[in-house]
Structures are given as structure tokens and as C-alpha cells.
């Protein structure tokens, strides 16, 4: 499967490559714009100038560059771009990974609680709070990610950083919270004598165990604060760190300030890349719409689909049964398609299993993309995925069917922390597409998300 069509710089990224500085780099830019083929670009700028400084300095030991992403799928994505750009040699070496497969395995492969019984500890402990099972759920990962063991108690008091208006966390609340499910819960993991995954943050946070000269990190705003410290420890005293990020984009319940992590974050160390590159006009119309009214901060970049450089047909909406959205969606491909040049993404919320028979009984080839770790190489040109895997990725066409209320649950109220999620989600899935993007639901289920496509930015079709 084609990985990018092109990785020249564009005349925006050339003005960044200008500084190659050691220190902290914030990258800022909404969906399309280029951000991680500007920092893969960056990159090899730096590499000039680490190398050389290695050459002065007489050091034998390889330059080392580490690239973290947040999903498995991804990392595979910039793995495949990262080769086009350099060639590892003796005096480079190259780590591309996950946060977790690479703090998890620095500091020994301990043993981590298992998601169902970590959900079920604390599902037992918050049952008395009058609080939904799924917040709880998000919350307490949210606050262990953000604070270190000995600042818990910040949380009491400190902004709700990346989280949504609805449920309202009082100070009682929080407290009771705190007392009756994280407390408890801390003690369950040490008494069992297992680690969660912010456990893993925290040890890489509390030692070093690394030396890296580079570190990129993509989709930093779905990194937790601890995980930010857990990088920064791992570096060079004299080092490049890039952080490229847009918090219009974050799909998990997390946040942080540059502050509390220890960054210093100023003009001359930030930059924002404004261009559309990726989508059409009227793709990026239709996914600005359905989050043009949510909050931005300024590690946020609001979509300007003014900036797009190309046109295209509208986003279709379909409307019907899931298999009959599927039913178009193949015929598009078999008549309009060309799969010897171009991508398309199926990129679902479930209904997998039908979507795959169905492709495979119109002989469509396909490969599952979801958590794989290297990039296909095969000629399949049509990727399945999940919403949260494709982040990151582009595709010519990308169809995103059967959007129900089932499939994508969520609380009450349009500052519902899930709903807002699931409208940033599907958002970004939509960004994915440079040529088209189909979309689908069934009158009757569909979920609130679909209330939000903004009026004429889309064709609605019935089938």
C-alpha cells in the first residue's frame, strides 16, 4: 500500500528548516497541513548538524534518534516515510515505536494489570459515585497520566486540562473521587503487584535508561504529561526534541500544560503550519463543520478550508441501511476507483466482520491496518481500519459507514466529554481523505455526531 504521494518540503515548511538549533520545538498545525512530513524533514536537517557536532567532538557512539507515536499503526506509517529520508549507517541509529512497546520494554517488561480486571477494579470502586462506569473509567486515567504519584493531590484543585464541560468535577466530587476509587485502586495494583501502563510513564519519568541526541514525538496531544516527562528524561544534555501536535485533533481524555511539564514554550521555539495540502476544498468545508464550534487552545489549529489548494466533488452522506452503504461505496470503487494508483480507507466504528466478507465477495482485495506495526508492502490498495488507527494516515478516498448511536455511545449534552470526542474523531477521520470522503448512517439510529455536519458542505444521497 502507498504510504505518501510526496515528501517535498512545501515553501511553508522550508521557513522552519532555518532554525536547526538544539532545544525544544513545538510544531502546531491543523489536519492536512504537513506536520510530520515537516518534522521528518527537520529531521534530516538536524541529522547535518548532530552529526558534524559528532565529528568535532570526536564521539564514537552513533547519533541516536528516537520517533514516538501514539498507535501502533502509525509508527509503521512513519517508519516507511522515515527510510525515504536517510539511510541508517554506523553513525545513526533509528528507533521508531509506541510509547508503551518502548517504555514497557526499557524497563524490563513488567507485569501490567489486564484491561478487564482493571476495569472491573475500578467499576467496583466507583459503583457508589454517581458518576457513568465509562467516565470514572477515563478520569482516573486522565488524572494519573497528568500528575506525578507525589502531586496527586493537584488534581483536587488544578484546570481539568483537555477535558469537556459535563459531567461538572466539583472540588467534592474530585475529592470523593479520589478517595473512593484512586486511592483504592493504587493500593489494588501494589497488592497484586502490577503496573498500568501510567505506571510505566512514571518509572521511565523517575530514571534514565536512554541517551538519545533526537526525539520526535507525533500526535503529542495524545500523549499524557507523564509520558512528555518519561521523554525528556531520555535525552542528550545537548539535544533537538520535536513536538508536533493540534489539540483540535485529540481523541483520548488527556492534557497537559507545557509548563507542568518543564517546557518552556515561546515564539521564537514554536512554529504553525496553516496550509491545507492534503484535502480538497470541500473536504476540509465538510470537517471543519463538525467541530467549527467546539473550544480551541492554543496548541490547537482551527481548520481553514480556505487554505486548501484544490477542488473536488462534495462529501456524500448516505442514508439508509448499512448494507446498502456499502453497496455504494463498492460500486464507487469498482466504477470510479483506479486501485492501481489511488488509496482508499474503510475506516469503521464496527460491523467489521461484514465489511470484510462483503469486500472479499466483490473481489475486492484489502488488508487490515489496525495495530499492525510494519506498513503493508503488498499491492492491496484498500485499507481497513479503525477510526482511532487511522490517525496520522491519508488516503485518496475514505468511507466511513454505519455511524450509529450503538456504535458510538456517549452521555447527554452537546459538552458531553464523549460526544465532543466522537466529534473530533470522526473529524479527523474525514481529514484522512484527499480526494473524497463518503459517509453513512441509518435514519433513526444514527448517532449525534451526524447532527453536527454543517448544512451544504455535504451531498445527501439516499440508498
Request: with cysteine; proline share 4%; glycine share 6%.
Amino acid at each position: 500500500m502507498r504510504a505518501l504521494l510526496n515528501v517535498a518540503p512545501t515553501p511553508e515548511q522550508l521557513a522552519l528548516f532555518s532554525r536547526i538549533k538544539p532545544g525544544v520545538e513545538v510544531i502546531r498545525g491543523a489536519a492536512g497541513s504537513g506536520k510530520t512530513t515537516t518534522a521528518l524533514l527537520k529531521l534530516r536537517s538536524l541529522l547535518t548538524s548532530f552529526v558534524n557536532r559528532k565529528i568535532r567532538q570526536k564521539r564514537e557512539d552513533p547519533i541516536r534518534i528516537l520517533l514516538l507515536t501514539y498507535n501502533r499503526t502509525l509508527t509503521g506509517y512513519i517508519q516507511e516515510l522515515a527510510s525515504s529520508q536517510f539511510a541508517q549507517t554506523g553513525d545513526i541509529e533509528l528507533q521508531v515505536s509506541t510509547f508503551s512497546y518502548w517504555a514497557f520494554h526499557a524497563i524490563g517488561n513488567p507485569t501490567i494489570v489486564e484491561n478487564d480486571t482493571r476495569r472491573r477494579w475500578l467499576r467496583e470502586l466507583g459503583a457508589g459515585l454517581d458518576l457513568s462506569m465509562d467516565f470514572i473509567e477515563e478520569e482516573v486515567d486522565y488524572l494519573l497520566g497528568r500528575f506525578l504519584p507525589a502531586d496527586l493531590d493537584d488534581y483536587l484543585t488544578a484546570r481539568r486540562e483537555g477535558r469537556g464541560g459535563t459531567p461538572r468535577m466539583s472540588p467534592a466530587a474530585r475529592a470523593a473521587l479520589m478517595e473512593a476509587v484512586v486511592r483504592p485502586y493504587l493500593k489494588r495494583k501494589a497488592d497484586n503487584r502490577v503496573l498500568d501502563w501510567n505506571d510505566v510513564a512514571v518509572a521511565m519519568a523517575s530514571e534514565k535508561y536512554f541517551a538519545y541526541d533526537i526525539v520526535i514525538v507525533d500526535e503529542t496531544q495524545d500523549f499524557s504529561a507523564n509520558q512528555i516527562r518519561a521523554i525528556m528524561n531520555q535525552l542528550m544534555d545537548v539535544h533537538a526534541a520535536i513536538f508536533v501536535l493540534d489539540t483540535v485533533q485529540r481523541i483520548y481524555a488527556r492534557g497537559f500544560t507545557w509548563q507542568e511539564v518543564g517546557l518552556t514554550v515561546r515564539p521564537e521555539n514554536s512554529f504553525r503550519l496553516s496550509n491545507n495540502y492534503r484535502n480538497t476544498k470541500q473536504i476540509a468545508q465538510f470537517a471543519a463543520s463538525v467541530i467549527d464550534d467546539l473550544a480551541t487552545d492554543d496548541d490547537g489549529t482551527t481548520p481553514n478550508f480556505a487554505s486548501a489548494m484544490r477542488d473536488g466533488p462534495m462529501p456524500v452522506v448516505l442514508r439508509g441501511c448499512y448494507g446498502d452503504q456499502l453497496a455504494h461505496a463498492i460500486k464507487k470503487i469498482k466504477n470510479e476507483i483506479d486501485l492501481d494508483r489511488e488509496s482508499v480507507a474503510f475506516l469503521h466504528t464496527g460491523w467489521c466482520d461484514f465489511l470484510k466478507d462483503r469486500l472479499a465477495a466483490a473481489g475486492l482485495e484489502y488488508i487490515e491496518i489496525t495495530r499492525q506495526s510494519e506498513w503493508p508492502q503488498g499491492p492491496e490498495n484498500i485499507a481497513v481500519s479503525t477510526l482511532h488507527s487511522a490517525k496520522g494516515l491519508e488516503f485518496d478516498h475514505v468511507f466511513i459507514l454505519g455511524l450509529t448511536a450503538k456504535a458510538m455511545p456517549h452521555g447527554e449534552g452537546t459538552e458531553d466529554e464523549k460526544l465532543i470526542a466522537l466529534r473530533r474523531l470522526v473529524a479527523m477521520g474525514i481529514g484522512r481523505a484527499r480526494c473524497s470522503v463518503t459517509v453513512g448512517y441509518k435514519p433513526g439510529e444514527e448517532s449525534q455526531v451526524v447532527s453536527s455536519f454543517g448544512a451544504g458542505t455535504f451531498e445527501e444521497i439516499a440508498v
